[in-house]
């Protein structure tokens, strides 16, 4: 009879053990998944998907959520990509930018180059046009969300830079489908342009009277080159045409 009582003590203090020790297992794992899921969440909000074109939050906010900071990003992105670009990135811009916008206002840029010849005007002049981006207003406060956007076109050819030409645009977001070329999930419509005529800050006004203070010196060395020199005088007319050439007239 004691050893049955002691087999069914020893039983139980078994059983009781391995109980505890699968508890114990239990316990820990939870605790392990929810330390990895926090430190998941922690980090998400540090990191960001940066490409040539801009960045964008990766984990800071769900799929579906949108900030302020997300849709200036996007409109910004869009405005250098779309009116930003030499002939040799004039193609990957717009096929970059394009997706960013609806399909009408879309075709209305382009159309607009087209018409305007940007792409031949690059090849033909050596040209480039690069983008500043002044300011992007966004109100997301109530819907339809909708903003504003105001940049500098800085229009080089060759080595020489044009005085700028400022452009601005009022626009409303919507929200789409988040996808490789569109990553941000919201799409601009109604972009249509605004008045815009800033004053040209002082570094531009300098650079330019340089250029032109430059342009025309070079300009007085090319016609001092033409004209005869002082102690020289002018060769006679011709009277009869010179053997080698036309005749003078």
Do not use: C
Request: no cysteine; aromatic share 8%.
């Amino acid at each position: 009879m004691d050893s049955a009582k002691d087999l069914s003590t020893s039983f139980s203090t078994m059983r009781n053990l391995a109980l505890g020790s699968v508890l114990a297992l239990l316990l820990v794992a939870l605790a392990s998944g929810f330390l990895v899921y926090r430190a998941y969440e922690n980090s998400g909000k540090r990191v960001y998907v940066v490409s040539q074109t801009g960045s964008v939050a990766a984990l800071s906010a769900g799929t579906d959520a949108h900030t302020a900071y997300e849709a200036r990003n996007l409109v910004r992105q869009f405005m250098q990509t779309m009116f930003g670009h030499d002939q040799y990135t004039y193609k990957a811009n717009l096929d970059a930018a394009l997706p960013l916008i609806e399909g009408r206002g879309g075709r209305r840029i382009y159309e607009g180059f087209t018409r305007g010849q940007v792409l031949q005007n690059y090849e033909r002049y050596a040209a480039r046009n690069v983008v500043t981006v002044d300011s992007v207003l966004v109100d997301m406060s109530k819907r339809p969300w909708a903003g504003q956007v105001y940049i500098k076109q800085r229009i080089f050819i060759g080595g020489q830079q044009k005085e700028p030409l400022p452009l601005a645009a009022k626009f409303n977001l919507e929200e789409t489908n988040r996808s490789d070329a569109n990553p941000y999930g919201l799409l601009i419509t109604n972009f249509d342009y605004i008045p815009y005529t800033p004053t040209l800050t002082r570094e531009e006004t300098e650079l330019l009277q340089a250029q032109e203070a430059d342009r025309q010196r070079r300009l007085q060395e090319a016609q001092s080159g033409l004209a005869p020199a002082p102690d020289e005088a002018p060769a006679p007319a011709a009277t009869t045409p010179a053997p080698a050439g036309p005749a003078a007239r």
